[in-house]
Every structure is written in structure tokens, then in C-alpha cells.
């Protein structure tokens, strides 16, 4: 069997003329269409947004078929980097934690980055110049790549997020020449909400703002609305509430947070579904947080509805159609992770009845809603000593949360049967 040159132009006869075709870059085409890509010349079927001349997203880059035949290649995106912007002027940051075998080490960018020309008088046609000089030094890997990954459709913890941002600001600000080139998988979510960040710190823009740039400079019109996922926006508005306080203030509020301990009490469950109690089915409740790696989580509590469960000696307290939950579980983080689902009490009713399926979750930062739960008007009110006084004053702290502003699966808003209305978590400061 011949073996096909997926790099080759390759020429069709047709009564119309000639017609040159690509096969890698007409798929690259196709798969990057929803994307607003950098045209310029021979680099076009890269998959590389401008979010700010100085901010690039794009999708994660490979090294091996078959996804190198629709996906940016890590040498194509090294090589487009020296070229446009100049060797020792870009930093890779990789959010991606999941692994597959198209991949690539941390030993393939400098591998591509050794092997690729130097470009010195190349300028990008384009308002902003990036005159492609030499800024920094090659002083290891660690100038080359960030790898800062967390599990897909999800929010970063509060403090990774901060981290990302400030060394991005740090490699950036050391010349204008520097450009930051951020990649999760597709260039949407993760990327987002860094970006979004990012912007909204360190080039004064408003969330609404930003927001809107992001998509706008990363998609083309209509094919998709940004960062969608309610999570993601819970965590840039908690980054939002961060940045009230001031820049200086910064330093404080990552210590009030890596002090932080909290006991969560109770979760409410409000004007649940009438299924739950006419069929043999429950709600199955659990919370969790990132492993050490991110890469997955860590239950810390699994609870279900109505009957008590030994193990996790909880107690239920069924009113109407509301049912509480008496959890008591000491968390030594502020990001966890609530999931709720639909589960059939027999496994011979999970075969009998398949139509029925219900999966929703929701991220949360308990430092942040707990300062949001704050009733003075302190400028200090950040402080853990300040919200321990204002809870040894009476003050409860409360989450709530809809129905409608869970999460549902892969991201999506598709959650399967309504479970409730809505959702109350309590907690207290330890």
C-alpha cells in the first residue's frame, strides 16, 4: 500500500480546472472554523487566537498522527512563535491535566525551540509590532513552559488561579515583546478563565469586559458564547470580589485563605422531586476536592436521601418535600466540589427504568462565600479574626444555589430530571 504525504499538495483534474489540496490543511481548516484564527501566509490552518497582541490562546498542540493531521503541531506552533515573535520572548502555559498519548513532554519544546531559526527582522503584520529580538535568556525549561493543569470543565482552585496570573504578569512585563500563549484542550473554558482573569487584573478591564473580549477575539461570531460554565464564572467573580479589595491586599487575602478551616453542617435539599417519594429512587450527594495533582478528586463526604446511612452517620429530617442533611465534616480547603444524582435503590430497577437520569454539580470557594456572608461594612472583612467575631456574634454562613445554576454534565447544561428547586449548604469557621 502507498504511503500518503499528508503535507503534500496534491492536484485534481476537473473540468472547472485545476484544484490544489492540502489534506492537512484542509482538515485543519475545518476543524478550526469555529475558532478566530491568525491567517498569515503558510501558518493559516494554525489554530492561534490574539486574545491581546500580547495574550495568544490556542488549542493544546501534539506531536503525533493522527491528531497531527487536525491539530496544531508543537513544532508549528514553536517555529510560528520564533518567527513572529522572536526566540526568548514566549512562555507556554499548559492547564491541561489529562494525558493521552499524543502529548507532549516538557523536553519537546526545547527540543522544537533548539531546532527552529531565528527570525530577527520578521515583523507580524498587524497594528502592534513584535519585532521578533531576543529579551531573555534561555535559563532552562522553566522559561519555555508552565504546567499549571486542572480537570476539564472545571474552575482552578482560587489560589492556582492567582498564581497563573501573576506569572503570566511576570513574564509579560519584562518586555513588550513577551507574549504568554495559554492552551488547556480546546483553547475554551480553561484558557477562558485564566485569560479573563488576567485581563481583569492586570489591564483594568471589567468581568462583562473581558468576558466579551475573550469570545469575541477566540471565536468567530456566533459559534460560541466564551466561558459558559457557571463554575468558571463563580471563580472570576470570586477573583472579581479578590481585586475589590485592592492589589496591595493580595498578599493578605492568599494567607487568610491558606488559614482557612472550615466544619460543614448541614445541606438542604428544597421542594425536591415528587420521585423521590413515589419510586424506589434517591438523591446521591457528594463532596470532594482536588487531588494533590489535580488530576482527580477526593471524596469527602457520600451521602444519600431519605434512609440514614450507616456509615457516613447522617441524619435526615424529611419536611414536606424538603430534606436536610446533618453532614459534620471538617474541610481543611476553600474549593470543594457538590454532586447530586439521581440513583435507583435496586439494581433491577436500574435495568427496568432507563429513561429516568439526573447528574448536576457545582464548585465553590468557602473562604470566598464566607466572606461574602459578612454583614459589616469593614474594609478588613476578609480577615479570618473578622469573620470569626462576626460568628461568634450570631452571623450564619449560608450557600445557595438553584436548580438552574448547577452545572451538568462534561460542563453542559444538560442535567437530566430536576432533582430540587434549589440547594443550602451551612458551614462554620474553625
Not at 529579551?135 to 486542572?150: A, D, E, H, P
Not at 488576567?198 to 468581568?207: D, E, V
Not at 482527580?296 to 440514614?308: F, K, M, N, Y
Given at each position: 500500500?502507498?504511503?500518503?504525504?499528508?503535507?503534500?499538495?496534491?492536484?485534481?483534474?476537473?473540468?472547472?480546472?485545476?484544484?490544489?489540496?492540502?489534506?492537512?490543511?484542509?482538515?485543519?481548516?475545518?476543524?478550526?472554523?469555529?475558532?478566530?484564527?491568525?491567517?498569515?501566509?503558510?501558518?493559516?490552518?494554525?489554530?492561534?487566537?490574539?486574545?491581546?497582541?500580547?495574550?495568544?490562546?490556542?488549542?493544546?498542540?501534539?506531536?503525533?498522527?493522527?491528531?497531527?493531521?487536525?491539530?496544531?503541531?508543537?513544532?508549528?506552533?514553536?517555529?510560528?512563535?520564533?518567527?513572529?515573535?522572536?526566540?526568548?520572548?514566549?512562555?507556554?502555559?499548559?492547564?491541561?491535566?489529562?494525558?493521552?498519548?499524543?502529548?507532549?513532554?516538557?523536553?519537546?519544546?526545547?527540543?522544537?525551540?533548539?531546532?527552529?531559526?531565528?527570525?530577527?527582522?520578521?515583523?507580524?503584520?498587524?497594528?502592534?509590532?513584535?519585532?521578533?529580538?531576543?529579551?531573555?535568556?534561555?535559563?532552562?525549561?522553566?522559561?519555555?513552559?508552565?504546567?499549571?493543569?486542572?480537570?476539564?470543565?472545571?474552575?482552578?482552585?482560587?489560589?492556582?488561579?492567582?498564581?497563573?496570573?501573576?506569572?503570566?504578569?511576570?513574564?509579560?512585563?519584562?518586555?513588550?515583546?513577551?507574549?504568554?500563549?495559554?492552551?488547556?484542550?480546546?483553547?475554551?473554558?480553561?484558557?477562558?478563565?485564566?485569560?479573563?482573569?488576567?485581563?481583569?487584573?492586570?489591564?483594568?478591564?471589567?468581568?462583562?469586559?473581558?468576558?466579551?473580549?475573550?469570545?469575541?477575539?477566540?471565536?468567530?461570531?456566533?459559534?460560541?458564547?466564551?466561558?459558559?460554565?457557571?463554575?468558571?464564572?463563580?471563580?472570576?467573580?470570586?477573583?472579581?470580589?479578590?481585586?475589590?479589595?485592592?492589589?496591595?491586599?493580595?498578599?493578605?487575602?492568599?494567607?487568610?485563605?491558606?488559614?482557612?478551616r472550615f466544619q460543614?453542617?448541614?445541606?438542604?435539599?428544597?421542594?425536591?422531586?415528587?420521585?423521590?417519594?413515589?419510586?424506589?429512587?434517591?438523591?446521591?450527594?457528594?463532596?470532594?476536592?482536588?487531588?494533590?495533582?489535580?488530576?482527580?478528586?477526593?471524596?469527602?463526604?457520600?451521602?444519600?436521601?431519605?434512609?440514614?446511612?450507616?456509615?457516613?452517620?447522617?441524619?435526615?429530617?424529611?419536611?414536606?418535600?424538603?430534606?436536610?442533611?446533618?453532614?459534620?465534616?471538617?474541610?481543611?480547603?476553600?474549593?470543594?466540589?457538590i454532586e447530586f444524582?439521581?440513583?435507583?435503590?435496586?439494581?433491577?430497577?436500574?435495568?427496568?427504568?432507563?429513561?429516568?437520569?439526573?447528574?448536576?454539580?457545582?464548585?465553590?470557594?468557602?473562604y470566598w462565600e464566607?466572606?461574602?456572608?459578612?454583614?459589616?461594612?469593614?474594609?478588613?472583612?476578609?480577615?479570618?479574626?473578622?469573620?470569626?467575631?462576626?460568628?461568634?456574634?450570631?452571623?450564619?454562613?449560608?450557600?445557595?444555589?438553584?436548580?438552574?445554576?448547577?452545572?451538568?454534565?462534561?460542563?453542559?447544561?444538560?442535567?437530566?430530571?430536576?432533582?430540587?428547586?434549589?440547594?443550602?449548604?451551612?458551614?462554620?469557621?474553625?
Amino acid at each position: 500500500m502507498p504511503t500518503i504525504n499528508r503535507s503534500t499538495d496534491y492536484t485534481i483534474r476537473g473540468p472547472m480546472g485545476n484544484l490544489h489540496l492540502n489534506p492537512k490543511k484542509f482538515v485543519r481548516t475545518l476543524y478550526a472554523i469555529p475558532f478566530n484564527v491568525e491567517n498569515s501566509s503558510s501558518e493559516s490552518s494554525l489554530d492561534i487566537s490574539y486574545i491581546t497582541p500580547n495574550l495568544l490562546v490556542c488549542s493544546y498542540p501534539v506531536t503525533k498522527y493522527p491528531k497531527l493531521l487536525y491539530r496544531n503541531g508543537l513544532d508549528e506552533i514553536v517555529e510560528y512563535l520564533n518567527k513572529h515573535h522572536g526566540k526568548g520572548t514566549w512562555k507556554i502555559f499548559n492547564f491541561k491535566v489529562e494525558k493521552n498519548g499524543s502529548d507532549y513532554d516538557d523536553i519537546d519544546i526545547k527540543n522544537a525551540d533548539d531546532k527552529t531559526l531565528y527570525f530577527p527582522n520578521y515583523q507580524r503584520p498587524s497594528s502592534t509590532s513584535c519585532r521578533g529580538q531576543r529579551t531573555t535568556t534561555l535559563n532552562g525549561i522553566n522559561s519555555l513552559i508552565c504546567r499549571k493543569g486542572w480537570l476539564d470543565h472545571c474552575p482552578p482552585p482560587f489560589l492556582l488561579l492567582q498564581e497563573i496570573i501573576d506569572d503570566m504578569n511576570l513574564h509579560i512585563s519584562q518586555s513588550e515583546n513577551n507574549v504568554a500563549i495559554l492552551h488547556c484542550r480546546m483553547g475554551k473554558g480553561r484558557s477562558g478563565t485564566i485569560s479573563i482573569a488576567y485581563m481583569m487584573k492586570y489591564m483594568n478591564c471589567p468581568f462583562e469586559e473581558a468576558k466579551e473580549l475573550f469570545m469575541e477575539k477566540r471565536f468567530r461570531m456566533g459559534l460560541s458564547k466564551g466561558v459558559t460554565i457557571n463554575s468558571q464564572i463563580r471563580y472570576i467573580r470570586y477573583h472579581e470580589l479578590s481585586l475589590y479589595y485592592g492589589i496591595n491586599c493580595n498578599s493578605m487575602i492568599v494567607d487568610q485563605i491558606k488559614m482557612s478551616r472550615f466544619q460543614l453542617e448541614s445541606i438542604t435539599l428544597q421542594a425536591m422531586s415528587g420521585i423521590l417519594f413515589s419510586h424506589p429512587y434517591y438523591t446521591a450527594v457528594k463532596i470532594s476536592k482536588y487531588n494533590n495533582n489535580r488530576d482527580g478528586l477526593i471524596d469527602l463526604i457520600s451521602v444519600q436521601t431519605p434512609e440514614q446511612v450507616s456509615t457516613t452517620k447522617a441524619l435526615y429530617f424529611k419536611n414536606s418535600k424538603n430534606i436536610t442533611i446533618d453532614i459534620n465534616v471538617p474541610v481543611e480547603v476553600s474549593d470543594i466540589k457538590i454532586e447530586f444524582s439521581l440513583v435507583a435503590r435496586s439494581h433491577a430497577m436500574s435495568h427496568r427504568i432507563t429513561t429516568l437520569a439526573s447528574n448536576s454539580n457545582c464548585w465553590l470557594n468557602l473562604y470566598w462565600e464566607t466572606v461574602r456572608c459578612s454583614k459589616t461594612n469593614s474594609t478588613n472583612n476578609f480577615l479570618l479574626n473578622e469573620l470569626r467575631n462576626e460568628q461568634n456574634n450570631g452571623l450564619k454562613f449560608i450557600f445557595i444555589i438553584r436548580w438552574n445554576e448547577l452545572d451538568g454534565t462534561s460542563g453542559t447544561r444538560s442535567k437530566g430530571l430536576r432533582l430540587f428547586s434549589s440547594c443550602i449548604l451551612k458551614w462554620s469557621l474553625l
